[in-house]
C-alpha cells in the first residue's frame, strides 16, 4: 500500500473561515510534508514533520497552522486565508533515512478555493 | 539555495516516439526522483535514484543518476497517450535531510 489520503478533494472558503485539510498514511512512514502547487508550477515546500514534530517551516504565514496528532495524520489548519492562497494543496510521507533520503509519496491533493 | 534546470520545458511528440528529458543542478544532489503528475492529481513517484551512475528502468522508462551527482535523465521509450502529463525531477541534496527541490516540469504532449 503506497497510499496518501487527502481530504477534501475540493474545498471552497471565506476569507473568513476557519477549515482544516487532513492527510492520512499507513505506511509507516515517520517524515510527512505539506506542498502547495500553483497551476503550471512544481510543488513548493510548506511544512515537515518529522517523528511527528516540526522539523521545516518554509517561513510559511501563520494563517497555516500544520498539527500531526500521531504518525499516520497530518493537518493544515487554515483561517484567514487570502485569494492568492488559492492551490492544491499537496501532502506527502516517506521513511526518514539516516542520509536523508527522501523517496516521498504524494497524496491526490486538494483544490483550494478562497473567495 | 539549490535549484534544478529541467528541460525541456514541453514536448510534442507522435505516438510512438521515444522522449528524453533531464535536470541539471549547480550543486550535488543526493538523491533523485522522478514523478508524474496527471491535471488535478499529485505526483506520482515513477523512479527513484540513491547512487551516481545507477541506471534504473520501470517498463519503459529509464532513468539514471549522473556521475557527477549534479545530473538526472529520464527517458520514455514507444510513447503512448497516456504517457501525457506534466514530469517533474527532484533532488534532495545536503542541505538538510526531507527538503525535495523540484524542477519546472517537462509537459508532454502525444499525438496520434
Known amino acids: 500500500d503506497t497510499e496518501v489520503t487527502q481530504t477534501p478533494k475540493h474545498l471552497v472558503m471565506g476569507m473568513t473561515n476557519k477549515k482544516s485539510l487532513k492527510c492520512e498514511q499507513h505506511m509507516g512512514h515517520r517524515a510527512m510534508y505539506w506542498y502547495k502547487q500553483k497551476a503550471k508550477k512544481p510543488p513548493e515546500l510548506m511544512f515537515v514533520?518529522?517523528?511527528?514534530?516540526?522539523?521545516i517551516n518554509e517561513s510559511v504565514p501563520s494563517r497555516f497552522s500544520p498539527e500531526c496528532p500521531n504518525s499516520s495524520l497530518l493537518n493544515l489548519h487554515l483561517h484567514a486565508l487570502q485569494p492568492e492562497d488559492s492551490a492544491l494543496y499537496l501532502c506527502?510521507?516517506?521513511?526518514?533515512?539516516?542520509?536523508?533520503?527522501?523517496?516521498?509519496?504524494f497524496g491526490q491533493g486538494t483544490r483550494l478555493t478562497v473567495v | 539555495g539549490q535549484q534544478l534546470n529541467q528541460s525541456p520545458q514541453s514536448m510534442f511528440i507522435q505516438e510512438g516516439e521515444d522522449v528524453s528529458m533531464n535536470c541539471t543542478s549547480s550543486s550535488i544532489f543526493n538523491t533523485w526522483l522522478w514523478y508524474k503528475q496527471d491535471p488535478g492529481e499529485g505526483p506520482v513517484l515513477l523512479i527513484a535514484?540513491?547512487?551516481?551512475?545507477e541506471l534504473t528502468s520501470n517498463g519503459r522508462l529509464t532513468a539514471q543518476f549522473g556521475i557527477t551527482r549534479k545530473d538526472s535523465f529520464l527517458n520514455i521509450s514507444a510513447s503512448i497517450p497516456s504517457d501525457v502529463g506534466i514530469y517533474f525531477c527532484?533532488?534532495?541534496?545536503?542541505?538538510?535531510?526531507?527538503?525535495?527541490?523540484f524542477g519546472q516540469g517537462t509537459r508532454l504532449t502525444i499525438n496520434p
Open positions: 535514484l540513491y547512487k551516481a551512475g
Open positions: 527532484a533532488g534532495q541534496g545536503s542541505q538538510g535531510a526531507q527538503k525535495l527541490v
Open positions: 514533520y518529522s517523528y511527528e514534530k516540526l522539523s
Open positions: 506527502a510521507s516517506s521513511h526518514l533515512h539516516k542520509k536523508g533520503n527522501t523517496e516521498a509519496f
